[in-house]
């Protein structure tokens, strides 16, 4: 059996590496990918925390299908957005997309 600090320690480094990502990155699809990553993470806790703390209780199973809805959620409207912002500037990265400015 597999120790709960174990699959901690594996949610934080997964964590960590979207936050990196998230602020390293410039691409756009890049970003999205990396906040992909946080919700894995996040979503890695939900079921650790299922398992040893009540098995018997399906709320940790429920949490962790409604993430993985939000994120299907997030990447197609993402990507749509990003998709249409590439038609009109040629670009995905992030710091030469300024649509709000005159």
């Given at each position: 059996?597999?120790p709960?600090?174990?699959?901690?320690?594996?949610?934080?480094?997964l964590?960590?590496?979207?936050?990196?990502?998230v602020?390293?990155?410039?691409?756009?699809?890049a970003?999205?990918?990396?906040?992909?990553?946080?919700l894995?993470?996040?979503?890695?806790?939900?079921?650790?925390f299922?398992?040893?703390?009540n098995?018997?209780?399906?709320?940790?199973?429920?949490?962790?299908?409604?993430?993985?809805?939000?994120?299907?959620?997030?990447?197609?409207?993402?990507?749509?957005l990003?998709?249409?912002?590439?038609?009109?500037r040629?670009?995905?990265?992030v710091?030469?997309?300024?649509?709000?400015?005159?």
């Amino acid at each position: 059996m597999v120790p709960l600090w174990m699959f901690l320690m594996v949610s934080a480094g997964l964590f960590s590496l979207g936050v990196f990502g998230v602020l390293s990155r410039r691409n756009a699809i890049a970003i999205l990918m990396s906040v992909e990553l946080m919700l894995n993470a996040a979503n890695i806790n939900l079921v650790a925390f299922w398992r040893y703390l009540n098995p018997d209780n399906i709320a940790g199973q429920v949490f962790a299908a409604f993430v993985f809805a939000v994120a299907a959620g997030e990447a197609a409207v993402g990507l749509a957005l990003i998709l249409a912002i590439y038609r009109n500037r040629q670009t995905v990265i992030v710091e030469d997309v300024n649509l709000m400015k005159w």
